[in-house]
Every structure is written in structure tokens, then in C-alpha cells.
């Protein structure tokens, strides 16, 4: 997650990290969570061999087909969440020991509620990157959107939003990386007086989403459930541990 701010003197908190930005006189700041489209890319590497021959038949994303397939297990995933730390997990904790995995599964569980734990742990994860962003800004976040191949898909951008908990928008170009590097090709270029004129012209918004109200109080508690499993086994030095026995053995 990225944000900009025009000086220092709104951070606050010490979960984010800062830098230079192409925009002279502005500050990039920043928080991660590495591994969210990971996840979705080793379901479908793994497990997703249903889904990948439904995408063919169809001729639909794989993605596509795995959002729908977790839309037909409810909010919550009847009570499945799921860890995304699948390369460790960084804003705010800074974990490089943690690990991923679902937690609470049942024998009651489906595959579709694997999946939908899945998609809605990746959420709660960058939850917690917007919290921090919420927290360490004085003033908070003004504008949120979303961006990556996930968001080309409603029915995820609307999981996001709602676990989020804040309204979001998306642009017409979803790979922001490769929009901003355009951006300042075409002022550096001289099609545009200044970097805002091409921002103007060049960002549309797209889409707007508003959280549910709904399951807003499911996805407040499961989000502390989430939060308070990964802090108790961190405190306990079982991620630790496993890394040990992991290095001993594997």
C-alpha cells in the first residue's frame, strides 16, 4: 500500500517506512503485505485444478472462477479464517518467522469455504496495512483505492471493501506501477506542463464500492480473532519454533 503525502509532519508511529518520491518535494510512504496475489497463484498451482478446468471450458479467468466459487460460502466463511502470511508477514508486525495457514477448520468445512477463508484472509491482512496507515497519519486516509489484477474482479474488490471496512474506488488501469512510470514518461516527454495535468488526464476512476452494512460486524470480530491468533502464537514462539524443527529437517 502507497501513499502521499506533501511533508513528514503527519506521520505518527513507527509502521510504515518512507522515502523519496519521483514528485519533487513529496514523500512516498508505504506499507506491504508481500504475498496476496501469491496466494491466489498457489491455490490455482496446487488445488485448483477444478477450477483451472472450469476457466478453460468457459473460457473466463481462473481468478474469475475462484472468486465465484467462494461467493457460494458465506461471510465468514462459516467460521474458517485463514493466515496469508505465505512469505512471512510485514506491516505492522514484521514477522519473518510467521507462516500461513486456515484456522478453525472443521469437518463441516467445504472446499468453497477454503477458498472464500482464503480470499478473505488476504483482506484481513491488508486490513491491518490500512489500520496502520489509519493510525500513523494524522488525518487518517482520504482516498482509497485499489489497485492489481485482483480488483479487475468485482465480487474481490467488494470482499476487500467490506473487510476493509472503508469505501474504495478503482481505476480504469489497475497496474498502478506501470500508470505512474507512464505518468512521468509523458511529462518528463513534454506532453503535459506539469504532473498533476497528466495525473488529470491520465487517472479515471472506474468503479466505486461501498462496505456492507451487513457484515460489517461479522468481518469487526473475525477481524480481532485474526489479528489476536497471529499475536498468541507469536508470543508463544511457535512460528520460532517451527523454523527450527523446519532448518533441523527440511
Known sequence: MVAHLDGLDRIQGRNLWWGGHAVPGAWDIEGGAFALGANLKWWRDNFGSDELAEAEAQGRSVYSVMVDKAATSPAGANGLLFHSFLTSQVTPYYDAASKGGWLGLGIHHTR?????????????????????????????????????GGTKSDGFAQLMTDIIGLPTKVTRERECTVLGAAILGAYGAG????????????????????????????????????????EAMARAGQYDALAEVSARYF
Open 112 to 148: 468453497a469455504d477454503m477458498l472464500r477463508a482464503l480470499l478473505e484472509g488476504c483482506a484481513h491482512e491488508m486490513r491491518m496495512v490500512v489500520d496502520a496507515f489509519r493510525s500513523d497519519i494524522v488525518g487518517g486516509i482520504t482516498d482509497l483505492r485499489l489497485t492489481g
Open 191 to 230: 506532453a503535459f506542463a506539469s504532473i498533476d495535468d497528466a495525473v488529470g488526464a491520465m487517472v479515471n476512476v472506474e468503479g466505486e464500492f461501498t462496505p456492507s452494512e451487513s457484515t460489517a460486524k461479522l468481518y469487526d470480530e473475525l477481524h480481532q480473532v485474526y489479528r489476536g491468533m497471529y
